[in-house]
Each structure stands twice: as C-alpha cells, then as structure tokens.
C-alpha cells in the first residue's frame, strides 16, 4: 500500500543519515537521491571527510515530499520545484507580515503604557 502522507513516515532521531539509510527510509534508490540533488537545490548533503554524502533530517524530510510530489501526484520535476519554491516565498511573505504586525503592536503597547 502507497503512503499518500509523507510526513506519516517515521524519520529516525539522528542527526545525520547515509545515503544508504535515506535509500531505506524513502523507499528509493541512491541514484535516484543523487540525482534529485542536483535538481532541487533544497537538498544539500554535506560531506564527511571520506566524501560521503550526510544527509540531516530537514533534507530527508524534503526528499519524501519530492517524492510524494513526483510519485503521488504526479508532478514533473520542474513543477516540483515550482511548487517548492512558492511554498517557500509564501513562508518568507507570512513572516514579513508578521514581523510587521509585532512593531504594530508593540507601538499600541506603547500608546497604552503612556497614557
């Protein structure tokens, strides 16, 4: 049975992974996360001293919702990164405005205490 919610996938409490443990915990094969790494940019292993690719739980993470995006609903790679990418610039929308809403009501705050 597919998941059909990554996120229901139980990621392990480590902070780095090998690509062979990301392969077993994504159900996919390990060219398939190097290659996915060239095509999304959010998904940046660093190296280990030997050269192999470390993996921490953010960029697991994002690879099951890559795969869920291309093998559920049926993105292409480069609607995924779209789709990815606007996600990420609504986040960046939703703190400026409430980075601007905190002045607004630190300034009430202070009308308040001055009266």
């Known amino acids: ?3 059909k919610m990554p996120y ?3 990621i392990p409490d480590k902070l780095y992974f090998k690509i062979g443990e990301v392969s077993k915990i994504s159900g996919l094969p ?3 996360l190097r290659f996915w790494e060239s095509e999304f940019k959010k ?3 660093r190296r280990t001293s030997s050269g192999q690719r470390s993996y921490t739980q953010k960029d697991v993470a994002m690879i099951l919702q890559i795969k869920h995006l291309l093998h559920e609903k049926k993105f292409t790679i480069e609607g ?3 789709y990815l990418s606007s996600r ?3 986040k960046s929308d939703d703190n ?3 980075e601007e809403l905190k002045t607004e009501l630190a300034n009430m705050r202070d009308l308040l205490d001055s009266n």
């Open 43 to 45: 998904i940046k292993p």
């Open 88 to 90: 990420t610039r609504l």
């Open 30 to 32: 390990s060219h398939v």
């Open 1 to 3: 049975m597919r998941n």
């Open 80 to 82: 995924a990164r779209k």
């Open 96 to 98: 400026d405005f409430l």
């Open 8 to 10: 229901l996938i139980k």
